[in-house]
């Protein structure tokens, strides 16, 4: 052990912490030398979206402490900016410890004289989003640790717009946080009098404004009783998801009993993200059992969905994010100029690592379409720049994330349900299912199929293990991958696009970003990103290319897993 991180655990030994806190650090000192040592080696670094990690005691841990130090200086940075009249929106989601941190946040803000909209009890991250903006609050916090294990939770840091921090904001969040050397310089307490409690009347505005985003709310009557089995995996979407779908006029709506109680301990599941087959497994069962049209599940904050439906075979199958997306994304280019509700000014914002197929579907609907860094920060704070020249629709990711609407400034998993149901109503109606719809996609725009294989590097070494992995692919970047050139690199650190045929390089005009993107001459796109809030690099795979029929669509679907299965090989993946 490091004497630096024997001096951390002897500052909590013998400073102002809580005897229990004492107690189990002593307990660890006598049986675990190895996780001590884990939960004070550093410090839960606070990120430009704020804290996540495992909880329990320690400075690399989510406590009471590290909370509370976050919070004295996220409150300090507000006063800054906006003087003494500030006010902050609070919620937080089913996990383990969540209301407890919800509290402790709310009571230093108020402490330090700043009003705190408090919200009853647990509620879904975009309703946060949406408090702060219609209560015209300066900042937010949700507690929540998003799709993470049980054994983890977080702090999301927003702004008056809605949105999580961007820059400067973020970096000067961080800055002010780290001044805060010690618990003895957070107010702790003393200004309760600042805390309104807030609920039933924002979950009414926030449900009106999910009914207002539906296009074709003469469908959804028509097929009120489209069987939808939705479950909110043990999260915060039990609260608004199935009073949404009532509104929306859909009334065969099966929650999934066995994971329908908020639980941070996530009985049923592993990991309680709906990206992930095992989590969704109940959900597939009730879902053949009923002959559904609609499977959905949100994760513990409710801000990605997940969805099944039933393929050209009748077999139940998950989509992927990019799959949801297109869908998504298509229906509401596709629904608003059917409608006549598109305008020349109508644009949609996706992300660098979201499938480029929705830049085909938006040009060829005279729609623009932009590219942002990984996360709806970039979205939120795009849309902001374009705010008065050009009508938002809809963003999203490949990662179960949708935006829709610009009353929010965060992914909402609530209202992409309720959008959702609706496609489904809409496909049904004309006597076909979503998936239908999107082969229907495939052959007008072109196949594409994406992947995504995530490593995990754990420990004090993991961090150095995915920043060694990514200097190496930026100093000696492959230059064939499964026999096609490497064309171009795109490096979002050093901001520049490299033709390396030519070596002619061009600037991009987005922020510093440790990913590096890799576009094969045969239009394979291939990028690494490690994950700012896991142990995790992430590599993207997109390949592409011409579906002749629906008959065909089988067959070239496995020469594009085949595709992307060599590539992983050789980049030494599987």
Known sequence: MTEATQQKIDKWLAGNYDETVKDEIKKLQANDMATLEDAFYKDLEFGTGGLRGIMGVGTNRMNKYTVGMATQGYANYLKQCFGNDVSVAIAHDSRNNSRSFAEITANVFAANGIKVFLFEALRPTPELSFAIRKNKCQGGVVCTASHNPKEYNGYKAYWNDGAQLVPPHDKNVIKEVERIASVDDVKWSGGEKNITIIGKEMDEAYLQMVKGLSIYPEVCAAQHDLKIVYTPIHGTGIMLVPQALKNAGFTNVHVVDEQSKP????????????????????????????????????????????????????????????????????????????????????????????????????????????????????????????????????????????????????????????????????????????????????????????????????????????????????????????????????????????????????????????????????????????????????????????????????????????????????????
């Open 263 to 574: 639980d941070g301990n996530f009985p049923t599941v592993v990991y309680p993200n709906p990206e992930e087959t095992e989590t969704m497994s109940i959900g597939l069962k009730h879902a053949k059992e009923l002959d559904a049209d609609i499977l959905l599940g949100t994760d513990p904050d409710a801000d990605r969905v997940g969805i099944g439906v039933k393929n050209n075979k009748g077999h139940w199958i998950l989509m992927n994010g990019n799959q949801t997306a297109l869908l998504a994304f298509n229906y509401m280019i596709e629904a608003r100029k059917t409608k006549g509700l598109q305008q020349p000014n109508d644009m949609v914002i996706k992300t660098i690592v979201t499938t480029d197929m929705i830049d085909v579907i938006a040009k060829q609907n005279g729609v623009s379409c932009y590219n942002v860094l990984t996360g709806f920060k970039w979205i939120a704070a795009l849309m902001k720049e374009k705010e008065g020249k050009e009508k938002y629709i809809i963003g999203g990711e490949e990662s179960f994330g949708l935006m829709i609407g610009d009353e929010i400034r965060d992914k909402d998993g609530v209202s992409a349900v309720a959008l959702l149901c609706e496609m489904a109503a809409y496909e049904k109606n004309k006597g076909r299912s979503l998936f239908e719809k999107l082969i229907d996609m495939y052959l007008q725009y072109g196949f594409y199929k994406e992947s995504l294989v995530s490593v995990t590097k754990k420990g004090m070494n993991g961090a150095k293990e995915i920043a060694d992995m990514m200097e190496g692919y930026r100093k000696n970047p492959p230059t064939t991958i499964d026999g096609a050139a490497v064309s171009q690199l795109h490096d979002y650190e050093l901001q520049v696009s490299t033709d390396l045929a030519t070596g002619k390089k061009q600037p991009i005009h987005l922020p510093k970003s440790n990913v590096l993107q890799f576009v094969l001459a045969d239009g394979t796109k291939i990028s690494a990103r490690p994950s700012g809030t896991e142990p995790k690099i992430k590599f993207y795979f997109s390949v592409n290319t011409k579906l002749n029929s629906a008959a065909d669509f089988d067959a070239t679907e496995k020469v594009l897993d085949d595709k992307i299965a060599r590539i992983e090989k050789e980049m030494g993946l599987r």
